[in-house]
């Protein structure tokens, strides 16, 4: 299925042996880090040794704030509500069958299983088309609260505002619990720096980055979002599980708001989005606050409020960035960005005859308000066909490309994509039907690299690597030949916001074709480009149409463009269709000539 | 009877501690966190006030002063440089918060304080004998909504601050100095939070952390209100409702999450919340 193209040979930089240590070396760290820590509790004192198990234990639930907040870019406070109903869970269940091992598989069990169902409920609620990341965090402050309050209610249940205490627990001595607690947070970190290094984690950070486009590449954000909810919900159960057998007492501020937001202060301050930071930072502060407020209290919360306030504002990266950026003044600091060969990957879309109708719009109209945007569009679209969609400013052109990629926008009359009406499918689900479309203003992942991007193009078709990165990437030829024609083949490695506007455009158009659309939209692909890049994008859409696999819809002002390149020509205006027809009859045409001098508006 | 005043001093009460934070939430697109620290400043405005042998209602003055002085600070030094970054602007505040929490406690101590109650008694009032500082607060509230519909509606300051919410770059480009509308508001807002941590001592235990139990509230309260003084009005009025209502009929624990559960379903269903209708 795949063949290596010959561009690869040009892409890779160096095939070194440095892939094969990078792979090893975080196997190798975690297990020194687990070494050191098992032999830790013979020198600590008894204080530390049980200080710092809870500080480990704590560290957990902030990997899972940091996958989200750092990585996903959802800010949440929720994480603490999973952790108190793990920690609640055991405890409950140990207290009324004690710690036999039918008691103790059931009491883990269930700390995991619940906050994993609550997390699917809170992911439900906090994520759906077009909901916004302020929301998913109001109803993270919102789900610790009810939590709390559901303890105080449970009353000899759940031992209301006093908690539960004096339950059996698992029969460890407390350095047992130090190196079971050390064992966890290192697995847990471990597996969290494998998840984001790996092409999957890539799909996080797309996530924060951009999510319509994550959507509009046939991505389920929602999905996503959710399931990384109840996922990192049950580590956080599980956090709560060690806590409650460590600490053989459960209060109801484990579950609370409070302890939300210090998760957050945290991870802040040991830098989000670096895994290690968090991890280092709530050891680190967990266990002087333990030290130091004994004796100041209200002087150690005020340093630490501060401290908070003034890295958010000047350094949001955190103290890990601190250290990552002299790390990388240091010569040995700086690996070479790497990335994946190009490959060519054979067509997958089983070939259309021409002439089958891909696109059919019937009586369309869209109005906001008493405002008619769009009237009675009746509309054909057949395979190998590249229809341009002329019309003035505000003609409805962008809005008609917004129904045809969008069926949760309100419209009436129907849409169909290859037969299936569209009314109600979410973006990612018509780019499914094999609808791609490429926005007015270059949509890409802005951090991400030029091939992440393309990698995430191709993860409806292919799915993404959990544990690592793949070596090569397969494209269709289409892609491959925008990216050798503007030379983005060569800038792989780089990060999709140091590219040039024509670039990004490049870019995105590639990412479309990538998802082999039988279909194709493109909002004014050659806005503010060159005219050599404005040319190779032309030839690009000709040769894509030419072999009459797919079509295409382009929204276009240069006339010059359109005429170039086009099989036929749609003409908008004030919502209507007002012609259809070949390059030379609209081009000809008197009422397109008074519609752009203006004399069609009285 | 009892209910329904219940239910209009309940809604009164709330209205007064979410205008703050609706004024902030509107103009600065920004969630103050630190919103239960100025209840808090305020709270303790009275504490002193009483302290100095002042009457009790000087405590509104100063309050809003102070809690205006304080807002126009913070907006220099913390709001400022956050303006883009919304989310991370929710953390500073509430770690402002903890600072001004902290600072109150290492000044007047951490125990709960006691004031004078502005207004004691109770009065007969068709037929019940209801409290009467809960009365004077709902008139105090439909005064505030007021004062805040006309320089809202009537000011120059207002219609700045409407055009700033509905389009700040539009706003900017037209000669509107948005900088010091965001200025004005943030300390408006604080001074109004301030005052209200005032009115709120006659009804709970002054404390560092007061402010946090009803930061919450308003919180939910303001985003489905979604920068609307109308729409707050509205949600003040059926969430404080199902809080007396719920309290009253089916438990006291299920009726303090009330508003939050019900809001954020609310949020759910229609994500402009009660500003549509």
Redesign the interface.
């Known amino acids: 299925m795949l063949e290596t193209a010959p561009v690869a040979r040009r892409a890779v930089p160096a095939p070194g042996r440095r892939p094969r240590l990078a792979r090893t070396a975080p196997f190798v760290v975690a297990g020194l880090t687990a070494l050191a820590l098992w032999i830790a509790p013979l020198v600590l004192d008894t204080f530390a040794v049980n200080v710092l198990t809870r500080s480990m234990i704590y560290a957990v639930p902030a990997v899972t704030v940091d996958l989200l907040w750092g990585f996903a870019g959802i800010l949440t406070f929720g994480q603490a509500a999973f952790f108190g109903v793990g920690a609640y869970a055991a405890a409950m269940i140990l207290n009324a069958y004690g710690a036999t091992p039918l008691g103790i598989a059931a009491a883990l069990a269930t700390a995991i299983a619940a906050p994993a169902l609550l997390g699917l409920v809170v992911g439900w609620l906090s994520f759906y088309h077009r909901s916004t990341p302020l929301y998913a965090s109001v109803i993270s402050l919102v789900v610790p609260i009810v939590v709390v309050q559901l303890i105080y209610a449970g009353g000899e249940w759940t031992g209301s505002s006093s908690g539960l205490v004096g339950f059996d627990v698992l029969p460890f001595e407390i350095e047992g619990y130090f190196r079971l607690a050390a064992l966890v947070l290192v697995a847990v970190t471990l597996a969290a720096w494998i998840l984001v290094r790996s092409d999957a984690g890539r799909a996080l950070v797309a996530l924060r980055d951009n999510e319509a486009r994550c959507a509009y590449l046939g991505l389920n954000p929602r999905r996503l979002q959710i399931l990384l909810t109840a996922g990192l919900a049950a580590v956080a159960g599980f956090a709560g599980f060690l806590f409650a057998n460590a600490s053989g007492v459960v209060a109801p501020e484990n579950a609370g708001f409070l302890f939300g937001t210090e998760l957050v202060i945290w991870v802040a301050l040991g830098g989000r989005g670096t895994l290690l930071g968090p991890v280092l930072g709530t050891i680190a502060i967990d266990y002087l606050a333990a030290n130091l407020s004994g004796d100041l209290p209200f002087l150690w919360q005020l340093l630490l409020g501060t401290a908070f306030v003034a890295i958010i504002i000047l350094l949001p990266g955190g103290l890990a960035d601190l250290v990552g950026r002299l790390w990388r003044v240091l010569p040995f600091g700086r690996s070479g960005p790497s990335a994946p060969a190009l490959a060519a990957r054979e067509d997958g879309t089983e070939p259309t005859a021409t002439d089958t109708s891909i696109l059919k719009v019937q009586g369309l109209a869209k109005a906001y308000g008493s405002l008619t945007v769009l009237e009675a569009i009746d509309l054909e679209i057949r395979a190998g066909e590249l229809v341009s969609l002329v019309g003035p400013n505000g003609a409805g052109k962008t809005t008609l490309m917004r129904c045809l990629s969008d069926g949760t926008e309100p419209f009436t009359g129907s849409i169909a994509v290859g037969g299936t009406a569209i009314t109600g499918l979410t973006p990612n689900r018509i780019v499914g039907l094999g609808v791609g479309r490429k926005f007015q203003v270059a949509s890409v992942f802005e951090s991400l690299s030029v091939a992440d991007c393309l990698r995430l193009a191709r993860a409806s078709h292919d799915g993404l690597n959990p544990t690592g990165r793949a070596a090569t990437l397969g494209l269709p030829q289409a892609a491959l030949d925008v990216l050798r024609m503007t030379g983005l083949d060569r800038r792989l490695p780089e990060p999709a916001r140091l590219l040039s506007h024509g670039q990004k455009q490049a870019l995105e158009l590639a990412m479309v074709v990538a998802l082999e659309p039988r279909l194709i939209l493109l909002d004014e692909p050659t806005a503010g480009l060159t005219k050599a890049e404005r040319t190779t994008i032309g030839r690009v859409l000709k040769d894509l149409t030419a072999n009459g696999r797919i079509a295409a819809v382009l929204v276009e002002h240069d006339l010059d463009f359109v005429r170039e390149i086009s099989s036929r020509i749609v003409v908008l205006h004030q919502g209507r269709l007002v012609l259809d027809g070949t390059v030379e009859a609209v081009v000809g045409s008197e009422l397109v000539r008074t519609i752009y001098s203006g004399g069609a508006h009285g | 009877m009892l209910l329904t005043l219940d239910i209009l001093t309940t809604a009164a009460i709330l209205f007064i501690v979410s205008i703050g934070l609706l004024a902030i939430f509107g103009v600065l697109k920004i ?1 103050n966190f630190a919103h239960g620290a100025w209840l808090t400043v305020g709270a303790y405005c009275a504490v002193v006030t009483a302290k100095l042998g002042l009457n009790p209602w000087l405590a509104l003055p100063l309050a809003f002063l102070v809690g205006a002085v304080l807002g126009g600070i913070a907006e220099h030094f ?1 709001i400022r ?2 303006y883009r ?4 602007a ?3 505040t ?6 001004v ?3 109150v ?2 000044g007047l101590g ?1 125990d709960v304080q006691l004031t004078p109650n502005l207004y004691a008694g109770t009065v007969a009032f068709l037929g019940v004998d209801y409290s009467a500082y809960r009365l004077v607060a709902l008139g105090i509230a439909l005064v505030i909504g007021t004062m805040f519909a006309l320089a809202i509606e009537r000011t120059r300051l207002g219609l700045s601050a409407r055009a700033v919410i509905m389009n700040e770059t539009l706003a900017r480009s037209l000669g509107i100095d948005t900088g010091r509308v965001r200025l004005v508001v943030f300390m408006i807002g604080a001074g109004l939070a301030a005052l209200a941590g005032v009115l709120l001592t006659p009804l709970t235990s002054v404390d560092p952390n007061m402010g ?1 139990a009803w930061l ?1 509230g308003a ?2 309260l303001v ?1 489905v209100a979604d920068a609307s003084y109308l729409a707050l009005a509205a949600a003040c009025l059926v969430f404080g409702a199902a809080q007396v209502l719920i309290s009253t009929f089916v ?1 006291p ?2 009726g ?2 009330a508003i ?2 019900l809001a ?1 379903l609310v ?2 269903i229609s ?1 402009k919340g009660f500003s549509r209708a």
């Open positions: 969630i913390i440089p956050l970054r919304p989310l991370d929710i953390l500073a509430w770690g402002l918060g903890i600072v929490g902290q600072l406690t290492l951490r946090v919450i919180f939910m985003m438990s624990i299920l303090s999450i939050a559960v954020a949020l759910r994500p």
